[in-house]
């Protein structure tokens, strides 16, 4: 009796187990948001061949999958990758190659950094980027002269924050034959007292040629974005703006495996660019995707160089100015209209965001999803909002709480109303695209995420948060991070929740950010990011 009881248990086991489907990977224990349409959360889920192939309970999948490799998730927090809507990979990864000058507090402070670094790397030209004059006692912008003290032989060029204005020496204007009469449509050369005080703002900074990069340091840079990112839990960056050059290095590392990072590239507003990829269409690999263009409009606030409608409140008499004339807009715009192509623009100024959102409404008259997108939408005029129906906002939520100190200052109590509107943006679309901009801003989506729903800064200012009607809720903050991002690229079939069918990309993080007390948001730490059911950190 004992010898039959065993041998129907044996079985019943046995059977069990030829039903049972193989997996590469299952994940149990998981406190995991799907972000699907029900926004939905889940137990466990499993992985086949870089894709989820199931989501439930324990007992649903491992009753369901068998598997060699199972990951317990004790209980943390799990979320699909987070997608950078709007950054610049590449310029992060050559920006660990030169002077970081985040953070200095004084003009003295740049020039201490500047030293440092050139006693360690000895460069024929030096670079770096990251000084912002908003930041220091005197907020205004520096002149070349304690430079040329310190650097009279070795060129020297350093970006603003924002990418918007640079600071260079004298040597470095000899080179590039700029003199006080020099000038350019879209730009200034800033003058003090009839002399080159060594900013050049927007365009003007065209005529400073730094040294290209070798293909040795384009490599390194990329990976060094990579290791970054992924550390951070970043599995999709939107790269805004990249030339053909780099894109093409981009997909042949991410054939050879030594880039995992998934990409989409937005390609640079420039000849060789649209003459190429226009006609070829849209070029798309399980990493790489080339289908959008990056196109600037204007500058940026933190220089006065986005362009509105009425002066700068700080300054009298300064409207800003297009870097690309209405006439080149309209007809860009068009010649995209006609292509399979998304038109990407940076749109600061309130003047620029109108003059952009009448271009989109003319030339996509008949023509259906296209996802046009806004990025930055900064500044928009209240009269203007209703644009934005039809207009996807790529918005990035910490320039809110690093410009609220001074942005009130640049454009008056009544245009700040309609200044970071995050809230105001999504009531219209129905949707937002996120990211961070950086390596303007920090990396971290984790700061992302507290930026745009909590609205403070790192030390907890302002007490009740930064125009908090306009804050997101933490829901659709993870959607914008997410699976809206997803849509902004074309890809919400493919990624951006963890639902059968999309590819296998998920982190793991110590804290749940959609319920933890708010304080310990920014700093929570990811634990594990994975990447086609790989882990890649």
Same mark, same amino acid.
């Given at each position: 009796?004992? *010898?039959?009881? !065993? ?25 995991? %948001?799907? #972000? ?8 466990? !889920? ?5 894709? @989820? ?35 610049? @990979?590449?310029?992060? +990864?050559?920006?660990?190659? &030169? ?25 024929? !030209?030096?670079? +770096? ?11 205004? =912008? ?10 009279? $032989? ?32 879209? +730009? ?18 065209? @005529? ?21 990112? @992924? ?51 849209? #070029? ?82 008949? *023509? ?16 203007? =909002?209703? =644009? !934005? ?30 200044? %970071? ?42 007490? $009740?948060? %930064? ?11 993870? &959607? ?21 069918? &999309? ?27 994975? #990447? ?6």
């Amino acid at each position: 009796m004992k *010898k039959t009881i !065993f041998l129907l248990l044996f079985s019943v086991a046995l059977i069990s187990c030829k039903q049972q489907e193989k997996a590469d990977l299952i994940v149990i224990n998981a406190n995991a %948001y799907t #972000v699907n349409d029900n926004f939905d959360k889940a137990e466990s !889920f499993a992985i086949k061949d870089g894709k @989820f192939i199931a989501v439930g309970t324990n007992k649903e999948i491992q009753n369901k999958y068998t598997t060699l490799k199972t990951i317990d998730a004790q209980n943390n927090a799990v979320y699909p990758g987070f997608i950078d809507g709007h950054c610049h @990979f590449y310029g992060l +990864g050559l920006q660990q190659q &030169k002077v970081n000058l985040v953070g200095t507090k004084s003009y003295d402070d740049v020039l201490q950094r500047l030293v440092a670094f050139q006693k360690e790397k000895n460069t024929t !030209f030096i670079t +770096g980027r990251g000084w912002d004059q908003n930041d220091w006692e005197v907020k205004e =912008f520096p002149t070349k002269e304690k430079l040329d003290s310190v650097f009279p $032989n070795t060129p020297v060029a350093i970006r603003r924050i924002d990418g918007h204005a640079i600071l260079v020496n004298q040597k470095a204007i000899d080179l590039a034959g700029i003199s006080t009469e020099s000038k350019i449509d879209g +730009g200034e050369f800033i003058q003090k007292d009839g002399k080159l005080t060594g900013v050049l703002i927007d365009n003007a900074m065209n @005529f400073i040629k730094i040294p290209k990069p070798s293909k040795r340091e384009q490599i390194q840079a990329l990976k060094d974005a990579q290791k970054i990112c @992924f550390d951070l839990g970043l599995t999709t960056v939107d790269d805004a703006g990249l030339d053909k050059q780099v894109i093409e290095l981009v997909d042949s590392l991410q054939q050879t495996g030594d880039l995992k990072m998934r990409i989409y590239a937005m390609i640079s507003n420039n000849k060789e660019n649209l003459d190429y990829y226009l006609n070829k269409g849209v #070029v798309k690999t399980d990493r790489l995707h080339v289908r959008s263009v990056k196109v600037y409009s204007d500058g940026a606030l933190g220089s006065r160089g986005a362009t509105l409608k009425d002066e700068y409140s700080d300054k009298k008499g300064h409207f800003g100015a297009l870097v690309n004339s209405y006439e080149d807009l309209q007809n860009l715009a068009q010649r995209i209209a006609n292509s399979e192509y998304q038109m990407n623009t940076h749109a600061i100024g309130d003047s620029a965001n109108y003059v952009m959102l009448k271009t989109y409404d003319e030339v996509l008259k008949n *023509k259906k999803d296209r996802r046009w997108r806004i990025e930055h939408a900064q500044v928009v005029d209240l009269k203007d =909002f209703h =644009f !934005f129906k039809n207009v996807l906002p790529s918005i990035q939520p910490t320039h809110a709480t690093s410009d609220m100190y001074w942005a009130e200052e640049r454009v008056g109590a009544e245009r700040i109303k309609g200044a %970071y509107a995050y809230n105001d943006l999504l009531k219209q679309y129905g949707k937002v695209a996120l990211g961070t901009d950086f390596p303007i801003e920090h990396v971290s989506p984790l700061y992302t995420f507290y930026a745009a729903s909590i609205r403070k800064d790192l030390k907890g200012y302002p007490e $009740n948060g %930064y125009q908090m009607n306009n804050a997101l809720s933490r829901e659709n903050t993870l &959607k914008g991070m997410t699976i809206w991002n997803a849509y902004a690229n074309f890809e919400e079939a493919e990624k951006g929740s963890i639902e059968i069918g &999309k590819v296998a990309d998920f982190i793991i993080l110590e804290n749940d950010i959609m319920t933890v007390d708010e304080k310990k948001i920014p700093h929570t730490k990811v634990l594990e990011t994975y #990447v086609n059911g790989e882990k890649v950190n």
